[in-house]
């Protein structure tokens, strides 16, 4: 039972740097997500997208990118990291035909941008 | 467009007493209300949700919710808390669409549990 599982768990960048935060998951969820959580603002929604080769962006996209190539996968790429986005990443999950569905978390992201 | 407000960003409260995290939304569709806990270092868990029916919505761990649409409120209560209650809660709603996927969250409230 993997359910939703991101990678790395920690991570430190300098500012202007790039990564990729992965997210994965093996329950054939047609939508997946991306939520930062700060302290104060609860959850925000980043990017989501509604099956493989279609994205949307959410209440904060910018300076974020994401693709989904496939169900399975919705990696979230930081093009030039701001200590803005020091955050706690969420990927989150529901199942197809889901409008009633709750979502399913994985555990998250820690980036720190100095 | 949705919003939730939570208006208690930290509650204190002994073991085994009652609790009640309070929720209020705004909508001018119909909605669909979640509760999520958040243990430390770990993503959100459902609670419970209310998509229709009765108002009365009970959950995992002794939880339970009251949907009440003249108040737009959907508030959280659990009759004798215990420690590992303690965590973080988030209400959210979703449009009761098809073919929506949006949650808007709340800001959360930190629930501690003193022995």
């Known amino acids: 039972n993997a359910g939703v599982t991101q990678t790395p768990k920690f991570q430190v960048l300098k500012t202007g740097q790039s990564m990729t935060l992965q997210c994965a998951q093996d329950?054939?969820?047609?939508?997946m997500s991306w939520y930062r959580q700060d302290p104060g603002m609860g959850l925000r929604l980043i990017h989501y997208?509604?099956?493989?080769?279609?994205?949307d962006q959410g209440e904060v996209p910018n300076g974020y990118n994401v693709s989904r190539s496939t169900t399975e996968d919705f990696p979230l790429r930081l093009l030039s990291a701001a200590p803005s986005q020091t955050s706690v990443y969420f990927c989150?999950?529901?199942?197809?035909?889901?409008?009633?569905?709750?979502?399913?978390f994985g555990n998250g992201t820690r980036l720190t941008v100095t | 467009a949705q919003s939730v407000t939570q208006l208690d960003s930290q509650v204190p409260v002994f073991e085994e007493a009652p609790v009640e995290l309070r929720c209020n939304y705004s909508s001018s569709v119909s909605v669909y209300l979640f509760w999520y806990v958040q243990y430390p270092n770990q993503g959100l868990q459902l609670l419970l949700k209310?998509?229709?029916?009765?108002?009365l919505v009970k959950g995992i761990n002794g939880f339970e919710a009251e949907f009440n649409k003249s108040q737009t409120s959907f508030h959280l209560r659990k009759p004798s808390v215990h420690i590992s209650d303690t965590a973080e809660y988030f209400c959210a709603v979703r449009r009761a669409t098809s073919g929506t996927y949006k949650y808007i969250f709340g800001t959360g409230t930190r629930l501690k549990v003193l022995a």
């Open positions: 209310y998509l229709s029916g009765s108002t």
């Open positions: 329950m054939n969820h047609e939508y």
């Open positions: 989150a999950s529901s199942p197809p035909g889901s409008y009633n569905s709750p979502l399913h």
């Open positions: 997208s509604v099956g493989a080769g279609i994205t």
